[in-house]
């Protein structure tokens, strides 16, 4: 494993009846005859508004999930990254898949009901971060909606997939993109957007669902106030900012995923992201805590208006997003029922807040947060690490900015009152990038990305490695304490699923979908996917047969970013859907046979010692989110340091002329000289030969 990954950067709906199956009469009566438990579908993203991710259905169970298996799969037409919760309503499974694709099947036979292609074009993947993904649909009665990595809301008929309608939700002359999936609250589609890292001003909007029109929108950060303030909020937030023309740059505050709904008290929580960019010296040099970046805001469904927020981390410097997973629960504390909002956002520290007036319960460290000693029980307020703010130096600490927990979901079971978290220990180290210039459209987090590249000294970069963890952890929300762990080989592992029947599903890295006891972690089933899984295991039940399903497929911006540093290449992306049942009859074909080691074919390094230092600090402006920190790909595109003969023949073409466009590679030749190319090629090359070295 690998830390050049570090561099960088129940309310159960009634329509789920728990129905207690009669053993006896079942003996009795011959099967055919046996009425058929009633069907439990899954209709929302974290199946419900409160996302706690957690089934009622215990037909399959810690006694008999020894045999589930494979009922049926589909392979996508995709090889990037797969991130979404497929939906279950009426018999048909509605996903999305990379590229903005959506996708319906039928649950029971796996045939493929339509596919609609928004036709993003490819190209835009310059300005996505964190993959080409996207997170799945929303449905209410005969209307589907989902968002597109160009910025679009696009509303299709679920039954036949054809167009409604469809809305450009953001400005395409700046560098947004749409990964989160929507939410469908009161009639309307609530979706937001990301791009803090290229530079842009976060918000979130809702479409009337009938025809696409904006009902209203929220801004999370304040833009330039020589201009009117939106809402009173921003005149508040605007308070909180200083000494920079943040709003040149955007400010951030992105609300690219997480959100959750209290129908009772109509307050819609949104999770919002990091600051644009990450350095508040730079964003915003007077000081501030900067609201309302890294937050959670409790809004009005009805018109998007403020009603309370809590700011995990003021003064954001990390890219210690907010934007995790939010669940909302009513159990005991002290005594007292309590209705909570709980997150276990990047920072490390996991989240206990009051959702009805915002109000803090508790806080604790999740995993290795260095960057802050504890939370002010008292103020609600993180008490910061000495030189954490790497003003002076260069500041190493945990969670790097992939965070102690991404946009992976976790699950909560009231029946063992455990919060699962998909939780990584990664270090980083940050420091002042001196030369920043904003680079509209590009990197832009002004930190200098080659501080936290790891060491050459062979010893020293094994250490680093080796502090790179994933894990399960199972967190006591009330005792705000770990119960236990389960250490993977490394992060980035898949979101969670809990059931009644005591079973806890994950997804991991190495490509595996596990179902362990969800009261003691005890691995029970395992399943050989043959590609990493980083998205959310979901459940049904449908004619009497309970099912589990997954998206599969290696991706993210972990996975991009940060290969594995012994020349094994990238982990393979084999896009699936995955459905299983109990004495399901399907089966994967066999994997195809990979190399094990890449082959580097450098030629001689002709360049000098200053060029492949320029090709250096190019690349991890430019290449790196795609390519992987020190050029080690750990996703699909491909690894720079393997290049054909015949690449580097074409480099330029490529490069500068965009030749490969069609598969995302787009060409630089706005932003890179002819001399800035062959200086990244200088580097890659360089890079080759370190890792012949090693060999
Ligand atoms: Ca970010």
Same mark, same amino acid.
């Given at each position: 494993m690998n830390f050049t990954r570090s561099i960088l950067v129940l309310l159960f709906a009634t329509l789920i009846v728990a129905c207690s199956r009669d053993e006896g009469a079942a003996e009795l009566v011959p099967p055919a005859q046996v009425k058929a438990l009633p069907d439990v579908e899954w209709l929302k993203h974290g199946l419900d508004d409160g996302e706690a991710r957690y089934s009622e259905l215990a037909d399959i169970n810690t006694e008999n999930v020894a045999g589930l298996s494979l009922a049926w799969y589909f392979d996508y037409p995709t090889n990037r990254g797969m991130e979404a919760t497929p939906l279950e309503r009426d018999g048909i499974l509605y996903s999305t898949g990379s590229w903005s694709l959506a996708y319906a099947h039928d649950a029971v036979s796996g045939e493929l009901l339509w596919m609609y292609?928004?036709?993003?074009?490819?190209?835009?993947?310059?300005?996505?971060?964190?993959?080409?993904?996207?997170?799945?649909?929303?449905?209410?009665?005969?209307?589907?909606?989902?968002?597109?990595?160009?910025?679009?809301?696009?509303?299709?008929?679920?039954?036949?997939?054809?167009?409604?309608?469809?809305?450009?939700?953001?400005?395409?002359?700046?560098?947004?993109?749409?990964?989160?999936?929507?939410?469908?609250?009161?009639?309307?589609?609530?979706?937001?957007?990301?791009?803090?890292?290229?530079?842009?001003?976060?918000?979130?909007?809702?479409?009337?669902?009938?025809?696409?029109?904006?009902?209203?929108?929220?801004?999370?950060?304040?833009?330039?106030?020589?201009?009117?303030?939106?809402?009173?909020?921003?005149?508040?937030?605007?308070?909180?900012?200083?000494?920079?023309?943040?709003?040149?740059?955007?400010?951030?505050?992105?609300?690219?995923?997480?959100?959750?709904?209290?129908?009772?008290?109509?307050?819609?929580?949104i999770g919002v992201g990091n600051g644009a960019p990450w350095n508040r010296e730079i964003r915003s040099p007077a000081g501030g805590d900067n609201l309302y970046l890294s937050s959670i805001v409790a809004l009005n469904a009805d018109d998007g208006s403020y009603v309370w927020h809590y700011q995990t981390t003021p003064g954001d410097s990390w890219d210690y997003t907010a934007t995790q997973h939010m669940i909302l629960a009513d159990i005991e504390i002290g005594g007292t029922e309590r209705r909570v909002i709980m997150q276990a956002p990047k920072n490390g520290f996991f989240y206990v807040l009051d959702r009805k007036t915002g109000e803090f319960i508790s806080a604790q460290a999740y995993g290795l947060a260095t960057w802050a000693t504890h939370i002010d029980?008292?103020?609600?307020?993180?008490?910061?690490?000495?030189?954490?703010?790497?003003?002076?130096?260069?500041?190493?600490?945990?969670?790097?900015?992939?965070?102690?927990?991404?946009?992976?979901?976790?699950?909560?079971?009231?029946?063992?009152?455990?919060?699962?978290?998909?939780?990584?220990?990664?270090?980083?180290?940050?420091?002042?990038?001196?030369?920043?210039?904003?680079?509209?459209?590009?990197?832009?987090?002004?930190?200098?990305?080659?501080?936290?590249?790891?060491?050459?000294?062979?010893?020293?970069?094994?250490?680093?490695?080796?502090?790179?963890?994933?894990?399960?952890?199972?967190?006591?929300?009330?005792?705000?304490?770990?119960?236990?762990?389960?250490?993977?080989?490394?992060?980035?592992?898949?979101?969670?699923?809990?059931?009644?029947?005591?079973?806890?599903?994950?997804?991991?890295?190495?490509?595996?979908?596990?179902?362990?006891?969800?009261?003691?972690?005890?691995?029970?089933?395992?399943?050989?996917?043959?590609?990493?899984?980083?998205?959310?295991?979901?459940?049904?039940?449908? !004619?009497?047969?309970?099912?589990?399903?997954? +998206?599969?497929?290696? #991706? /993210?911006?972990? *996975? =991009?970013? &940060?290969?594995?540093?012994?020349?094994?290449?990238? !982990?393979?992306?084999?896009?699936?859907?995955? +459905?299983?049942?109990? #004495? /399901?009859?399907? *089966? =994967?074909? &066999?994997?195809?046979?990979?190399?094990?080691?890449?082959?580097?074919?450098?030629?001689?390094?002709?360049?000098?010692?200053?060029?492949?230092?320029?090709? =250096?600090?190019?690349?991890?402006?430019?290449?790196?989110?795609?390519?992987?920190?020190?050029a080690i790909a750990g996703g699909t595109p491909p690894d720079l340091r393997a290049i054909s003969t015949e690449t580097r023949a074409n480099w330029d073409a490529i490069v500068l002329g965009g030749l490969h466009w069609e598969k995302g590679m787009v060409g630089f030749s706005k932003a890179l000289s002819k001399d800035d190319s062959d200086n990244i090629l200088s580097y890659v090359t360089e890079r080759a030969h370190f890792a012949l070295k090693k060999e």
């Open positions: 292609d928004p036709k993003v074009p490819r190209d835009w993947a310059l300005h996505a971060c964190c993959d080409v993904v996207n997170r799945g649909v929303a449905l209410q009665g005969d209307t589907l909606v989902f968002g597109t990595i160009d910025g679009r809301l696009v509303s299709l008929e679920a039954a036949t997939g054809k167009l409604r309608w469809e809305v450009q939700t953001t400005d395409k002359s700046l560098p947004y993109t749409i990964t989160g999936a929507p939410r469908i609250v009161k009639g309307k589609a609530i979706i937001g957007n990301g791009g803090a890292e290229y530079g842009v001003r976060g918000y979130i909007s809702a479409y009337n669902l009938d025809d696409g029109a904006m009902a209203w929108r929220f801004y999370t950060v304040p833009g330039n106030p020589e201009k009117p303030f939106e809402r009173p909020a921003m005149e508040r937030a605007a308070e909180t900012w200083g000494g920079g023309p943040w709003w040149e740059i955007g400010g951030g505050g992105t609300v690219w995923d997480s959100m959750a709904y209290d129908e009772e008290l109509n307050l819609l929580y029980q008292e103020t609600g307020r993180p008490v910061e690490a000495e030189g954490v703010r790497y003003e002076d130096k260069p500041a190493p600490i945990f969670p790097a900015p992939y965070g102690a927990h991404n946009w992976h979901p976790m699950s909560y079971s009231p029946d063992t009152g455990l919060v699962y978290i998909p939780a990584q220990d990664i270090p980083h180290v940050y420091a002042q990038d001196e030369y920043f210039v904003h680079k509209p459209g590009f990197w832009n987090t002004g930190t200098d990305a080659r501080a936290a590249l790891l060491p050459s000294d062979p010893t020293e970069r094994q250490a680093v490695i080796d502090m790179v963890k994933g894990h399960i952890t199972a967190w006591d929300p009330v005792a705000q304490e770990e119960r236990w762990r389960i250490t993977h080989e490394g992060p980035w592992n898949g979101g969670m699923l809990s059931t009644a029947g005591n079973l806890l599903f994950q997804g991991n890295a190495e490509g595996e979908l596990v179902a362990y006891s969800a009261g003691q972690g005890e691995p029970l089933w395992r399943f050989d996917a043959q590609t990493g899984i980083v998205a959310p295991p979901m459940t049904f039940r449908l !004619k009497g047969e309970q099912y589990i399903a997954v +998206v599969a497929g290696w #991706g /993210g911006t972990y *996975a =991009l970013t &940060a290969g594995d540093d012994d020349n094994s290449g990238p !982990k393979p992306n084999y896009s699936r859907l995955l +459905v299983f049942k109990l #004495g /399901g009859q399907a *089966a =994967l074909p &066999a994997a195809p046979q990979r190399p094990e080691k890449l082959t580097f074919t450098p030629p001689k390094l002709e360049a000098t010692p200053e060029q492949v230092e320029e090709g =250096l600090k190019l690349f991890h402006t430019y290449c790196f989110v795609c390519h992987g920190a020190e």
